[in-house]
C-alpha cells in the first residue's frame, strides 16, 4: 500500500507498512500551531486504524525537526482558558503517540527544542543528525517543561543532568545525546533519512504485538518493584504468545529458516 495524506501543516506518507509522519511548515521551523497539533492528532488516530502500517517515523521538513510551540498570532490559549493548550492538544497528542500500537522512531534533522523535543522523545527510538540539538526552551517562556519532558527526560539522563538540562536550557548537541543515553544514534547529516529507513524497515518487518510491548514494559519498570514487572512481563508475553507471528517463529525455528512476520 503506498498513498500520501497531506493535512495543513503535515505529510503522512504510507508504503510499505512504514508510515512517515512530516512536519511540513518547514519556514516557521516547524512550530507546533494549534492547527498542527489537530493535524497530528488526527493523523495519530489514523494510524492507530491502518492495519498495514507496522512502523512509525516522525521527522521535519527543511532544516528544522521542531522549534516548540508557535509563538505565532492566533497560537495562544484563549484568556478565559490557559489551560486549553496543555490539557487539549499537548498531554492528548503525547499521550496517543506513546500508546499507538507500532514501534515508533523519531528521525531528528535539526533542532528540537521546547515540545518539540517532547515529541520525539515519545516515540520508542530517537536518531539524529549530527548538525541536531535538543534544547528545552521552556524557561527561557518562563514555564515549567510540558508535554512529557519532566517524564521523558529523567528516564534518559538520570535526575541530576535531566535537571540541570532543563533548568539551564542548555543546548544538548546530538552527538552528546547520544553519548549520555538520551537517544539512540548521532548519524551524518546525509545518512539521517537512509539509516531511519533502515530501522524503520527493520522494525516493520518484525513482530508488531512484541515490539510494542517492550518500550511499554521498560516505561513502567521505572516504578515497578521487581514482582510488579515480572508480572507485567507475563502479561505482555500472554499477548504475544498468541499472535500469528509467535507461531511463525516457531515454524521457522523447526525449519531453520528466517522467520516472516506478519505484524499479527
Known amino acids: 500500500m503506498e498513498k500520501t495524506l497531506d493535512y495543513a501543516t503535515i505529510r503522512l506518507e504510507v508504503t510499505g507498512g512504514i508510515a512517515t509522519l512530516v512536519l511540513n511548515q518547514p519556514d516557521s521551523l516547524n512550530a507546533l500551531s494549534i492547527q498542527m497539533m489537530q493535524d497530528l492528532r488526527q493523523a495519530v488516530v489514523r ?47 503525547i499521550a496517543q503517540l506513546v500508546e499507538l500500537r507500532v ?18 522523545l515519545a516515540c520508542d527510538i530517537v536518531v539524529a543528525a549530527r548538525s541536531a ?28 543532568r535531566a535537571t540541570a538540562f532543563m533548568m539551564l536550557n542548555a543546548r544538548l548537541p546530538a552527538q552528546q545525546a547520544a553519548d549520555w543515553g538520551m537517544i539512540w544514534a548521532c548519524v551524518d547529516d ?6 531511519a529507513g533502515k530501522l524503520a524497515s527493520q522494525l516493520a518487518q518484525g513482530p508488531t504485538v512484541a515490539l510494542a510491548q517492550t518500550p511499554k514494559l521498560v516505561r ?7 514482582a510488579q514487572q515480572l508480572q507485567a512481563e507475563l502479561e505482555g508475553q500472554r499477548l504475544a504468545r498468541v499472535t500469528s507471528d509467535r507461531r511463525e517463529a516457531q515454524r521457522a525455528f523447526a525449519e531453520k529458516r528466517k522467520p516472516e512476520f506478519s505484524g499479527r
Not at 513502567?220 to 521487581?226: C, S
Open 47 to 93: 494510524l492507530e486504524s491502518e492495519s498495514a502500517v507496522r512502523a512509525l517515523v516522525v521527522t521535519g521538513a527543511g532544516r528544522a525537526f521542531c522549534a516548540g510551540a508557535s509563538q505565532a498570532p492566533g497560537n495562544a490559549a484563549p484568556p478565559d482558558d490557559p489551560d486549553y493548550l496543555v490539557r487539549d492538544l499537548y498531554n492528548p497528542l
Open 103 to 120: 514501534p515508533k522512531l523519531a528521525a531528528v534533522n535539526g533542532v528540537a527544542a521546547g515540545a518539540g523535543m517532547s515529541l520525539a
Open 133 to 160: 540539538y535538543f534544547l528545552p526552551a521552556f524557561v527561557n517562556q518562563a514555564l515549567v517543561p510540558d508535554s512529557g519532558a519532566t517524564w521523558h527526560l529523567p528516564r534518559a539522563l538520570g535526575a541530576a
Open 190 to 195: 546525509e545518512a539521517l533519512q537512509a539509516e
Open 220 to 226: 513502567v519498570a521505572q516504578t515497578h518493584t521487581l
